[in-house]
């Protein structure tokens, strides 16, 4: 059972810190995590195995834990699954274990532990066929899933930032400050980031001199310099979590593990270096033995670091268990700190002299050719049973298999591994700038190696840089204990259960899983991990994947090196989702465009519709009247006298240039180049393969310049279109395209008193029906502000489009409501818009058509076919398949059922029982006309008129008959006026 | 004829039970080693999905045994293991429409067709609409997958609050409705690719792992084998299934394929129990959600942006995905992404795939499958196998044809949908 000592440790005694673990309130320090503060307390079982709920102690001190998962707080402030080996105490924290009911101690789905065989690797993939997986998937999915998620929005905030930098530095132990020390005074600029709240790494773990005094003093020498270096950014529990394309590196922030409830929870760094230096260390790994998950059997380092820095031992009779050096050190730091080391076994032939001498000649004993077979006990540890048939009394095990370097990042980026024989477990091969790996990663075992290959690091990154090779700092000397780099075999004693010998505690994958697997031929190691799902739990293998590798090679009877590790992914420790999304969510998921005249609209109670990113008034509803009634109203005041439509997001966009006008000529199904100034041309724009991508208008206002209207859903899209063209087809031409959507407000003013409204502003345009005829374009100004006018018409009525520099915009329209009040003028909005262009069978590209509608489709087959001149889309206008008369064209449709004529409801042609023949592209019942109209596209539409046919809407059914698409004022009287 | 030692072991809970209290120390192969032999009757190209499922339909559809599969590196490693795991069938034209369909049926039947639980869980398939011309889009949608036989409803927002009671209804995009496919779900991957493995095993198919495909032997426009990193093989027919990597094989055999390769990313968070029942689709806020029967919730958005052959995607689309993600579902703002990974897409001009006969007689190919070919892998490969068989497409595949984009009969997916998928 494991308590606190007297002294020592990184840890404030005099800051005592509350939290509560299950309810009940335990004591702990500033500067412990929950795992020593549980530790220090005496708990020893702090969670369960996700498969079979077997009881799990705290294994690590890092963020490789995988059984000390816990949740935190409650309600939206939920956090399941954090590492109690990662987060800091802080008071009132509130700390529950998981996965385990009614209680972590006495867990009742301990029941499938005593069915164990039964959940070998992949039984799920041989039975629960019948009746059905969903029949079973019902209750695994509420076993399943190891914690409770929240079930609230998350309230916190987080930020995202950009950061440039010349050097990266991972990892803020020994290596990582010294090489970031060494850049820093070079002069680069430097971004350290460590993932523990306390920076040094390993140095915390130990107790080693540095030049002479213990390791805080050199910490605190070099972390005082960084942090006054203004070319250095120091980010404490901030960890790297992946490495991406071109230099660039995702970082989180733990602002949350730095103090209570902070403004921000947590940030992200997308940082973007020149050079990345990788010094993440080591992650130690557990023996293999029969039970060797019990609680209180725990990495020999782990237990060198409570005691080390958080002065807690993690037992009253502790034992190690190794077979490489690592473990005699921890042994020796127990020793110091006056905590019994009852026995170290080493499963090696030979312990090294020194190191067993040392600890010999502090009572402990030390026996080679040692393996521990099996542990005993009850729910916690209580003993070993040895090779040698001896059985120990203990009720702690430090165990070490050897380090494996953290090469996640570095495999992130795709650098090479290579297998190492020595330390069996792979290194980063011959890493090189911009990506360097260094210290423990780079397979250095002792303190003084790991300064050293700073110091190479740090050299070869100056070159890289082009700076001088002046290091301008001295290598730091220490005094340590010689620790070979040597590791022992993987000692899986060949007798004992397989099935109780574990691979990956979190997943319960156990050596028996990974023989069923290889006996089923799952050998690969990528189908082996997915098939026991080893390596795949939430601590993402940190101490499974190599143990499991080495096992397969062992049974197999290969070398390492062919087996192969699995692919490392993303990122390094989870990521919360809210963390990457930063301020992009909610309002801010998006931004919305507001009109210039977006008060006005307001106050005239719009009905807003969002549309192409704008905030768009679809009508303006009266007391009582829904958007329907509403736009009803409003188009049968414009046809009546004149409404006014803000028309500002229609796309607008500048040609220019000696080449203009053969430019756009290349764009439009019909001819542009020989437009006369002052006229307007409607067109339609084709991608290669002829299917209409937009339509609007292109005036001329001069030899050389053009201004093109498209829809306001293709606005942006339009000009990337043109541009995309322009500089990479035809760069040779002399042409400018100037998007100007934004810089003016359109408003459309339409109806038979429109140019008796117009008129009442001072104008220096003529707007009488022979200056300004339909399809006309005039440029002078308007109440002394610059304007534009169009003569066009979307409604069928007489219609202007005025167009002012978008800071007028607001005022235009408020007067022409003012001055048009006698005449009856209404504001009308988009769906009043669509409902009148309806009636007139005028087209809505991306509504009437889709990605198949070719010119011909749409009545515009002889246009395009009469046009001399090249144009984009027009070959393929010549496929077999567009010259087939079967296609689906645009027809109007009439019928007596409102209910069932409308968008979206599919056509059925006599004698047609399967699949559908079109449908409903654009419906409403004709305030005009007092009747239902709909445009649909049809097959082979254009032969069938008059015909009837079948509507289908979501099991209902009608009739409609086909018609000529111009419902109301076919011959455009009205337009004309 | 059956190799010996190829024998299938038939799965059942009572086998499970047998073999736990033998210690499972007898559970026979299922994925054999064979060596690679000089000549074969079909060589599919390719160990996903789609070539395994080839293959087994070839052994056993048309009695053909002495077929071979090839790939490269492990099975299922590609975008077979790389997917999101949705199987659905709602797909605008006709032709999409029965094709998927049929792939569904299979589905439906495969876990025990192959005896091999592939976790084949019909959840629901919501597509959600958040305007009202998402609205009418979605209602053109479901009425063309109904006029085609196949299931899909509209919901109301009342419907979706009981259906997704995390969903975030009044989101930045205020959600107007939605349609389901009840029918469409989710499915395990590597179960998948392991029971036509498994089965393709049984019926003597040779799956070659770690055996790339390095050339073709063309002799007067046929083919007539295939080079290999382990030798060459004379065959009489090819099948190249390799997705991301299709065009640049189809160029060693002589041709062009019309497709352009780009990275589609993913990530899955730590499990938590049941949150998300459904697998949701949103256009406008463009992701896909759904949970694992483990707990994990999957989240797919955009493809990135650019073209790649990386099988790894970049920070951007990372962030708006989980942008998206939050934006449907707040309360996921504190779960936790555990694994991120990318497959490489092979995306033809109209978003279908291109299947069938190629300019090399006795060559064909299966590609174009972009982001959707993982719910097309039965009938992909029950139609490939016919085709291969018989040297002429298969009815349900003939629109698919590569000679679609010289005719101009596009099956335009992309633009029926409104969305790139």
């Known amino acids: ?977 | 004829m059956i190799p010996p030692g190829r024998t299938m072991q038939r799965y059942s809970f009572l086998a499970l039970a047998r073999h736990a209290v033998n210690g499972n120390r007898k559970w026979p192969r299922v994925l054999h080693q064979p060596t690679l032999k000089k000549t074969y009757d079909a060589v599919i190209v390719g160990g996903g999905g789609h070539g395994l499922a080839t293959a087994y339909f070839l052994a056993k559809n048309h009695g053909m045994r002495n077929i071979a599969v090839l790939e490269r590196g492990a099975i299922g490693q590609g975008n077979s293991g790389r997917n999101t795991q949705v199987t659905r069938s709602d797909y605008y034209h006709l032709v999409s429409s029965k094709f998927f369909d049929r792939s569904l049926c299979l589905y439906e039947g495969l876990s025990r067709e192959l005896n091999y639980n592939i976790m084949f869980s019909q959840r629901g398939k919501v597509s959600l609409a958040h305007s009202p011309h998402e609205m009418e889009v979605l209602r053109r949608t479901v009425n063309a997958i109904r006029m085609n036989g196949v299931d899909s409803e509209m919901l109301t927002v009342a419907d979706l609050r009981k259906l997704e009671p995390m969903l975030k209804i009044d989101c930045r995009y205020p959600i107007e409705g939605a349609a389901v496919q009840w029918r469409g779900g989710i499915s395990r991957h590597d179960a998948v690719v392991w029971a036509f493995a498994r089965g393709a095993g049984a019926l003597s198919v040779d799956i070659v792992q770690g055996c790339e495909v390095t050339g073709f032997t063309i002799e007067g426009g046929r083919v007539t084998g295939v080079k290999t990193t382990q030798g060459s093989v004379a065959t009489p027919r090819v099948c190249i299934a390799v997705a991301g990597h299709s065009s640049v094989l189809a160029r060693k055999a002589g041709f062009e394929l019309p497709l352009h390769s780009t990275c589609l990313q993913a990530m899955v968070t730590e499990p938590v129990k049941p949150l998300i029942n459904t697998v949701l689709v949103s256009a406008a806020i463009h992701v896909y959600v759904s949970q694992t029967g483990r707990g994990e919730v999957v989240i797919g958005g955009g493809a990135d942006v650019f073209s790649s052959y990386a099988q790894r995607g970049g920070l951007p689309v990372f962030e708006s995905n989980a942008q998206a993600a939050i934006e449907l579902f707040p309360c996921l703002g504190r779960l936790r992404v555990m694994r991120q990974w990318a497959g490489v897409v092979d995306i033809s001009p109209d978003t279908s795939p291109v299947m069938g006969l190629t300019p090399v007689e006795g060559l064909f190919v299966s590609a174009g499958w972009g982001t959707g070919g993982y719910k097309a892998i039965p009938a992909g490969g029950e139609t490939m196998a016919w085709t291969v068989a018989n040297g002429r497409p298969h009815e349900l595949i003939a629109a698919f044809g590569l000679d679609r984009f010289a005719a101009g009969a596009l099956v335009d997916e992309g633009a029926a949908s409104g969305v790139a998928h």
């Open chain 1, 1 to 977: 059972m494991g308590y606190r000592l007297e002294h020592g440790g990184h840890i404030d005694r005099s800051q005592p810190i509350r939290i509560r673990w299950n309810g009940r309130e335990i004591e702990a320090f500033a500067g412990d995590t929950i795992a020593s503060a549980l530790l220090a307390n005496g708990e020893r079982i702090v969670g369960r195995g996700m498969k079979l709920h077997r009881p799990r102690g705290i294994l690590s001190a890092g963020c490789e834990e995988p059984n000390a998962l816990v949740t935190l707080g409650h309600g939206a402030e939920l956090e399941p699954s954090a590492r109690a080996t990662m987060i800091p105490v802080r008071d009132g924290l509130e700390v529950q274990a998981q996965n385990a009911w009614p209680s972590v101690r006495f867990d009742l789905g301990r029941v499938l532990d005593a069915t164990a065989p039964l959940w070998h690797a992949g039984f799920y993939n041989k039975t629960f066929k019948w009746p059905s997986w969903d029949f079973y998937e019902q209750w695994i999915r509420r076993t399943a899933g190891i914690a409770n998620p929240p079930r609230k929005p998350d309230p916190a905030r987080y930020d995202a930032v950009n950061a440039h930098c010349d050097l990266l530095v991972v990892g803020g132990g020994p290596t990582g400050l010294l090489a970031a020390q060494i850049a820093s005074r070079a002069g680069l600029t430097v971004m350290l980031a460590e993932q523990d709240f306390q920076w040094g790494g390993r140095l915390l773990a130990t107790n080693t001199l540095i030049n002479g005094a213990p390791v805080a003093v050199w910490l605190t020498s070099v972390l005082g310099e960084l942090a006054t270096s203004r070319n250095v950014t120091l980010l404490s529990a901030t960890t790297a979590f992946g490495l991406y394309d071109h230099g660039s590196a995702g970082l989180l922030q733990r602002l949350d593990l730095q103090g209570a409830a902070p403004p921000i929870r947590q940030r992200y760094w997308r940082v973007h270096t020149k050079q990345t230096l990788l010094a993440t260390g080591a992650i130690e790994q557990p023996l293999v033995f029969e039970y060797n998950d019990r609680p209180s059997i725990m990495l020999a380092g782990a237990i060198r670091q409570y005691v080390n820095r958080y002065a807690v031992a993690a037992g009253r009779h502790i034992v190690f268990a190794t077979n490489n050096d690592s473990a005699y050190l921890a042994a020796l730091d127990l020793v110091a700190a006056a905590v019994p080391v009852q026995l170290l076994v080493d499963s090696r032939a030979e312990a090294p002299a020194q190191l067993a001498g040392w600890l010999r000649a502090q009572g402990v004993e030390v026996r080679a050719g040692t393996t521990v077979l099996r542990s005993l006990g009850k729910k916690d540890l209580r003993g070993l049973q040895l090779n040698t048939g001896e059985t120990i009394d203990c009720d702690a095990l430090g165990m070490s298999s050897g380090w494996a370097p953290a090469v996640h990042l570095y495999s992130h980026a795709r650098a090479p591994l290579a297998f190492d024989e020595t330390r069996q477990s792979f290194l980063p091969a011959d890493s090189k700038p911009p990506l360097l790996a260094a210290g423990a990663l780079a397979g250095r075992v002792t303190l003084e190696e790991s300064f050293a290959d700073a110091m190479r690091a740090a050299e070869r990154i100056l070159a890289h840089a082009s700076r001088p090779a002046d290091l301008q700092v001295a290598q730091p000397l220490v005094e340590e204990p010689p620790v070979a780099a040597q590791v022992g075999a993987l000692s899986r004693p060949g007798a004992g259960r397989s099935d109780r010998q574990w691979l990956d505690f979190l997943h319960d994958v156990t050596v028996a899983d990974a023989e069923v697997a290889l006996a089923e031929g799952y050998t690969h190691i990528e189908h082996l991990k997915r098939y026991t799902t080893c390596g795949m739990a939430v601590d993402q293998g940190k101490t499974s994947n190599l143990n499991a590798l080495l096992t397969v090679a062992e049974m197999i009877g290969r070398n390492p090196a062919e087996v192969g590790t699995t692919t490392y992914r993303p990122p390094f420790t989870p990521v919360a989702l809210g963390a990457l999304a930063g301020r992009q969510v909610g309002e801010r998921y998006a931004p919305r465009r507001l009109l210039p005249a977006h008060a006005e609209h307001q106050a005239l109670d719009a009905h807003w519709w969002e549309a192409g990113g704008w905030m768009r008034p679809a009508c303006y509803p009266r007391a009582g009247e829904n958007v329907r009634q509403a736009a009803q109203r409003e188009a049968t005041a414009v046809r009546a006298s004149v409404g006014i439509f803000d028309a500002s997001p229609l796309g607008k966009i500048e040609i220019s240039g000696a080449d203009a006008a053969r430019f756009l000529d290349r764009f439009y199904i019909n001819n542009v180049a020989k437009l006369e100034e002052g006229r307007v041309r409607y067109g339609l724009m084709l991608n290669e393969n002829g299917v209409i991508i937009d339509d609007g208008t292109v005036a001329r206002l001069g030899p050389s310049r053009f201004l093109v209207t498209t829809t306001s859903g293709g606005a942006s899209r339009i000009v990337n279109w043109l541009d995309e063209w322009r500089q990479c087809e035809w760069p040779g031409l002399n042409v400018f395209v100037s998007p100007v959507t934004t810089q003016w407000t359109t408003i459309a003013v339409a109806g038979p008193r429109a140019r008796e409204l117009l008129k009442r502003f001072e104008s220096d345009i003529a707007i009488d029906a022979k200056s300004l005829p339909h399809m006309s374009f005039a440029e002078g100004r308007l109440e002394g502000v610059a304007a534009r006018l169009y003569r066009v018409s979307f409604s069928g009525e007489l219609g202007f489009e005025v167009n002012v520099p978008a800071r007028h915009g607001a005022a235009l329209w408020r007067e022409l409501l003012r001055r048009g009040a006698d005449l009856g003028v209404v504001p009308y909005g988009v769906e009043t818009a669509l409902l009148l262009r309806l009636e007139k069978g005028f087209l809505h590209v991306g509504v009437d058509t889709d990605g198949t509608t070719a010119p011909a489709d749409v009545g515009w087959g002889e246009v395009a076919a009469r046009k001399k001149g090249d144009f984009i889309g027009k070959r393929s206008l010549r496929r077999p398949n567009d010259l087939r008369t079967d296609r689906l064209q645009l027809v109007g449709l009439t019928s007596e059922d409102a209910n069932v004529l409308v968008a979206g409801a599919h056509l059925r042609l006599p004698g047609t029982t399967k699949g559908s023949d079109g449908w409903v592209t654009s419906a409403a019942v004709s305030p005009a006309l007092g009747r239902p109209i709909a445009l649909a596209l049809l097959r082979g539409g254009h032969a069938r008129l008059r015909e009837t046919l079948e509507i289908h809407d979501l099991g209902k059914r009608g009739t409609a008959t086909i018609v000529k698409s111009a419902f109301f004022d076919p011959e455009g009287a009205r337009l004309h006026a």
